[in-house]
């Protein structure tokens, strides 16, 4: 089966061609850069770049594959959770496709794409636990199968990439923050600063990144690493606060061990409530999925503190991680494979938890 797949939740406008399970013959992402200068996503500014971009992505996608638009089974496309705007314009632009190819249309939720990142690596062992650190979402997730999910936990408040893009941010890293917050960090000691690791009193496996941000601000302002948002740079591609990769390495040895110390922070807690799980529900197999686990550090912490309980940690290549439509195509595979198809009428959605099919 040929699938082609488009992702467009956030600002990545992403188009990808899928064989069965795991053939990637084909997958682009053009990222958009203009929200540099904003320090965030721009909602707005994100659906105009989606609907510039979204065409030429596809047939990139195609002609990579050296595929015709007739060759293709069918189309998969994100329709939830994410940005209302970018969703609706890979949406509809899947939804009319397939429909004047007179080929079959399915809706993938986001998350379910994440998880099935690790299926284009090798077959996934079940049951498992997944879990899914991005940029909007931090859960754990129990699958029995395919299609199969049960949440065991999740955020309180910031997910694990907002954690990092919020603190890379109070240094003048420029969004999203995460992989240069892990360069950065690879300078410092991340035992210089005894940041406080949240522990909840209910809500064995959730977690919550609120009280570490809170700390890394105060600790940053005391110390005068706080930059200067005052003068914004407009027309120079910078968001007002962000600092230049020069400006990021020039900074004293302080700030390095405060990012690493709070990339530690993250990355204890992300581990310790994984491994509870793992003891919990005794399975033999984690994965990682979203953004976040292209992090070298959380996979290597992971994976250490999972193996004294005969758990072995699987995660995607970090280009599988971050969002990318090769998943959306294998979430939308195994829905099609189990007659799962979508409506005309299928509407995008902002938010909504990641439901079983199967
Ligand atoms: O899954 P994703 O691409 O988009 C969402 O669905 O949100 O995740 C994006 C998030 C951002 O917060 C980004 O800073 C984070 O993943 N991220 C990282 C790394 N690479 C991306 N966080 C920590 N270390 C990284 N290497
Ligand atoms: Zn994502």
Redesign the pocket.
Known sequence: MLILGIET??D?TAAAVLRDEREVLSNVVASQLTHREYGGVVPELASRQHLKHVLPVMRAALKRAEVTPEDLDAVAATSGP?LLGSLLVGLCTAKAYALGLGKPFVGVH?IEG?IMANWLVEEMHFPNLVLV?????TQIIRMRRVGDFVEMGSTRDD????A??KI?KMLGIP?????Q???LAKRGDAHAVPFSRARLKRGEFDFSFSGLKTAARLLLEKEGFAPDTRVAPIGRGRAPGNRGMGELEALPQRAFDILASA?EAIVDMLAEKLEAAVRATQVRHAYLA???A???R?RERIGASLAPFGAALHSPP?SL???NAAMIACAGHFRLCSGVVSGPDTNAFARGPLQSWC
Do not use: K, M
């Open positions: 939740s956030c990545d994410g986001h994440h650190i991005s940029g909007g979402h997910a694990a990439g907002e990092f893009d890379g969004y999203p923050a995460g992989p917050f892990e360069r990339q979203g953004g976040v292209a992090n070298g959380l970090p991680c971050t969002d």
